[in-house]
């Protein structure tokens, strides 16, 4: 299983970003999808997840977004009102069969 996570970059505060992660390989199962994120000199903290059958969990961050395509094979995280501390590199996960896959980070850096 592969992810290709893209969409981050810089922005200012107060804009928004769209990220997307991509799933190939044996994807077939898939129970859950989901986002991390861990700022620099942070411990890694949960987003959100969206699992197959589309029910949503999120962190008590709000201005996030998680959503799956139809296909199952791609997830995005859309981030509105975006915050100097929302600063930090955002991996997606994909749960297929009990196993978790990670995929690389994407960082957004958001400037104030």
């Known amino acids: 299983v592969q992810l290709q996570a893209y969409g981050g970059g810089l922005v200012q505060a107060g804009g928004s970003l769209r990220l997307s992660c991509a799933a190939s390989?044996?994807?077939?199962?898939?129970?859950?999808m989901g986002w991390y994120r861990q700022a620099p000199g942070k411990e890694r903290e949960l987003v959100a997840t969206?699992?197959?059958?589309?029910r949503t969990n999120y962190a008590d961050f709000g201005r996030f977004t998680i959503s799956m395509n139809d296909a199952k094979d791609n997830v995005y995280l859309r981030i509105n009102s975006l915050k100097p501390e929302d600063t930090a590199v955002y991996s997606c996960?994909?749960?297929?069969?009990?196993?978790?896959?990670w995929g690389q980070g994407t960082q957004v850096t958001v400037s104030s």
């Open positions: 996960y994909v749960r297929v069969m009990g196993t978790t896959y």
């Open positions: 969206v699992t197959s059958d589309g």
């Open positions: 390989g044996s994807i077939r199962g898939i129970n859950r």
